[in-house]
C-alpha cells in the first residue's frame, strides 16, 4: 500500500444506505431495476449537500439482493446508480463511493448488512475516521451493521430505535442537525449525552 497515502489524515464519512433513505423503498420483494423505479426522497439532495459541505464523504453502502435472486443484473444496478449520481450532480452533489451486495441472506458473506464488511471497506479504502463518521439507514440491518462496524448509527424513522445512537424522521433533518452542531462550541467529552437522543419536532 502507499505509505503516503496511508500516514495521510483521516477523513470522516457518512455512510448512506440507499432504498428509504435516499429513494423511495419500492414494496417488500420489489428491487430499483431501472432509471423510472429510482425516486429521490424529497429534501435529499439538499441534505447532501448539506452533508457535504460540512466537509463529510458520502459514501452508499446498499444491499441489494435482487440480483442474486435473479430479479436484475448488475448492469441494470449501475445503470440505477449512474441515474442517481446524474440527479444528485444536477445539484453539485458528489458521492465518494457506491459499495453494493449482491448476495442472498444465506450466501455467508461479510458484506451483506447488518454485517460491517462494506462499511470497512470503504474505511480502509477512503482512510476514515469512524469515530467522527455516521451510518444512516432505516433498517434494523443498518444499525446493526453500524454497531458491529464502530460507526454511530443514525437511524431513519418516525420511531425511536434504542439501538441507534439517534433516530430522525428523514435525512434532511439528520443533516440539519449536523450542521446546527457546528456553531456549538464543542464540549462533547464532558457533557452528559443522553440529552440527544432524537430530534423529532
Ligand atoms: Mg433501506
Ligand atoms: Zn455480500
Known amino acids: 500500500m502507499d505509505a503516503e497515502l496511508s500516514q495521510s ?7 448512506l444506505d440507499r432504498d428509504g433513505v435516499i429513494n423511495r423503498k419500492l414494496p417488500e420483494n420489489r428491487y430499483v431495476a431501472n432509471q423510472k423505479e429510482f425516486e429521490l426522497i424529497p429534501g435529499v439532495r439538499a441534505a447532501l449537500k448539506i452533508l457535504s459541505k ?4 458520502l459514501i452508499v ?4 439482493r435482487g440480483i442474486a435472486r435473479g430479479l436484475m443484473d448488475e448492469t441494470q444496478l449501475n445503470e440505477v446508480h449512474r441515474h442517481m449520481k446524474t440527479k444528485l450532480e444536477e445539484r453539485d452533489i458528489l458521492l465518494d463511493g457506491i459499495y453494493f451486495c449482491p448476495h ?4 455467508g458473506c461479510n458484506c451483506r448488512k447488518p454485517r460491517p464488511g462494506m462499511i470497512l471497506e470503504a474505511t480502509t479504502q477512503f482512510n476514515i475516521d469512524l469515530d ?7 433498517s434494523d440491518s443498518d444499525v446493526a451493521a453500524a454497531v458491529s462496524a464502530g460507526v454511530r448509527a443514525i437511524r431513519i424513522s418516525s420511531e425511536i430505535d434504542p439501538q441507534a445512537y439517534l433516530t430522525f424522521p428523514t435525512l434532511v433533518d439528520f443533516a440539519q442537525y449536523l450542521d446546527r452542531l457546528k ?3 464543542v464540549e462533547t467529552t464532558c457533557g452528559d449525552n443522553n440529552d440527544q437522543r432524537t430530534d423529532q419536532r
Do not use: W
Not at 489524515?9 to 455512510?15: C, G, L, N, Q, R
Not at 460540512?54 to 464523504?57: K, P
Not at 453502502?61 to 441489494?64: E, L, P, S
Not at 467522527?132 to 432505516?138: I, R
Open 104 to 107: 442472498d441472506r444465506d450466501e
Open 132 to 138: 467522527q463518521s455516521f451510518m444512516v439507514g432505516d
Open 54 to 57: 460540512l466537509g463529510y464523504l
Open 183 to 185: 456553531d456549538q462550541p
Open 61 to 64: 453502502v446498499t444491499n441489494q
Open 9 to 15: 489524515k483521516h477523513k470522516k464519512a457518512i455512510f
